[in-house]
């Protein structure tokens, strides 16, 4: 199989166990995270915008952060590409649009004064970082900000990891991870903070917590 098509199956697997093994049971088996570090940013994502503020919450899963923006008043829109993890989102938000769409399709044109992506990056292949990226820089209003987070693996285990897949004849590169239930990619922070910069984003602040590394952003 070459690599786009085996990079194609790991998304429709992705989409099928998200929508038939977690989303049923999501917020009440999985999905109950209390990172602090991740509000704490959050916190200070929110701070930089206006109010109210028309706000996107990509790879919104369940849309555990959700009520953050509700109570701050300001207008959410949650897009994911699972419909099993938006139809948990609307049962407990009925009044928040949302979209059936992944990143990588994401076509909004300055929409948003805000965005967040948080835990859903490390999922992205390598390819589809820049094109992402671009897509959110477009979605953006002019000085809109954006906050994501990218997973942090231990080294000696992503590279067991490559040597694994490499034996097993798959088409991957360093840094793919394909021994767990669903396909990761963790690149370099400095590799990150590159494709940022390409995108034409500013690094406002950055940070690490919870096993996580973030980055706040500001549209240039």
Not at 86 to 103: D, I, N, S, Y
């Amino acid at each position: 199989m070459n690599r786009s098509d085996w990079l194609i199956e790991r998304r429709h697997e992705a989409e099928e166990r998200y929508d038939t093994l977690w989303a049923p049971q999501y917020g009440e088996k999985w999905g109950t995270y209390s990172n602090a570090s991740h509000f704490q940013f959050l916190q200070r994502f929110l701070r930089l915008l206006p109010k109210p503020s028309r706000m996107l919450d990509a790879a919104c899963g369940a849309g555990r952060y959700i009520p953050v923006f509700l109570e701050k008043g300001h207008t959410v829109v949650g897009i994911d590409q699972s419909q099993g993890m938006l139809a948990r989102l609307q049962e407990k938000f009925p009044a928040v649009q949302t979209e059936k769409v992944g990143l990588q399709e994401l076509s909004y044109l300055e929409a948003f004064d805000g965005i967040i992506c948080m835990d859903a990056m490390e999922h992205v292949s390598p390819e589809d970082w820049a094109p992402i990226l671009g897509n959110f820089q477009r979605a953006l209003k002019l000085q809109g900000y954006f906050y994501f987070t990218v997973e942090i693996a231990d080294a000696t285990e992503i590279e067991e990891a490559f040597k694994l897949a490499q034996a097993m004849n798959l088409p991957v590169v360093y840094g793919e991870w394909v021994n767990d239930d669903v396909y990761h990619y963790y690149p370099s922070m400095q590799q990150v903070r590159e494709w940022t910069r390409q995108a034409k984003f500013d690094l406002i602040e950055e940070g690490e917590g919870d096993g996580y590394h973030h980055f706040i952003t500001r549209k240039t």
